[in-house]
Each structure stands twice: as structure tokens, then as C-alpha cells.
């Protein structure tokens, strides 16, 4: 059973605006934890683009700086990526990705243990 689980994408043309979620409360948090959101198309490898530690202190790629929030509701132990003015590039699946300790910068996958399944996001031009 996936202890990460992911919602809300979809398809939508560019401008608009989505948000995807992901379910976390079969993962066990630790007191100090960084959350993220990757995303990965057949083109490119995986690329982290924000996260969010026990803090609330954020980061995020230049690719989506700007254009995405990434938040989470500690108590229903969800995280939350609000995508705003999306672009054809920002297609792909998007994963949320947890591990204990600091959140590394550059977001780089080999330092995130747990995963989700993913969510598809389509922008059309």
C-alpha cells in the first residue's frame, strides 16, 4: 500500500490553473521532514520542483517559481501544489516524495525514500 497518494491532476489549457494533493497520513512524519512535488515527462528525467519542510519554509525550481505554491495542512497531513498560469511544458506526471531530515537544494530525487504513484497534468496550448 502506497503511503503517498496523489490527486487532482487533469487536463486544462495554458493560463489556466490546477492543484493537485497528496494524501500522506499513511506515512509516518518525523519531527523534522521535507515534502516535495517532482514532475517527469518521457522526455526529460524527474525533476524536483518544490518543497516544503516542517517549517513551512519553501523552495522551489526557477522552472515554476512564480507560477506554483506548494503548501500542506499539517493536521490532515496533506500537501497541496497550487499551479497557476500553466504552460504546455508543465505536462507530465507529478509525484509527491517525502523523507526525514532537510529539505536539499537543488531538489534531487536520490534523497527521497518514500513516493506516490503520481497524477497526470496536461496543459494544452
Known amino acids: 500500500q502506497a503511503q503517498l497518494v496523489e490527486s487532482g491532476g487533469g487536463s486544462v489549457q495554458a493560463g489556466g490553473s490546477l492543484r493537485v494533493q497528496c494524501d500522506a497520513s499513511?506515512?509516518?512524519?518525523?519531527?523534522?521532514?521535507?515534502m516535495a512535488w517532482f514532475r517527469q515527462t518521457p522526455e526529460k528525467e524527474r525533476e524536483g520542483i518544490a518543497s516544503?519542510?516542517?517549517?513551512?519554509?519553501?523552495y522551489y525550481a526557477d522552472s515554476v517559481q512564480g507560477r506554483f505554491t506548494i503548501s500542506q495542512d499539517i493536521a490532515k497531513k496533506t500537501l497541496y501544489l497550487q499551479m497557476d498560469d500553466l504552460k504546455p511544458e508543465d505536462t507530465g506526471t507529478y509525484y509527491c516524495?517525502?523523507?526525514?531530515?532537510?529539505?536539499?537544494?537543488?531538489?534531487?530525487?536520490?534523497?527521497?525514500?518514500?513516493w506516490g504513484q503520481g497524477t497526470q497534468v496536461t496543459v494544452s496550448p
Open positions: 516524495a517525502a523523507r526525514p531530515g532537510q529539505c536539499p537544494r537543488p531538489i534531487v530525487n536520490d534523497y527521497f525514500r518514500a
Open positions: 499513511e506515512y509516518a512524519l518525523s519531527n523534522y521532514y521535507c
Open positions: 516544503i519542510n516542517e517549517y513551512d519554509i519553501t
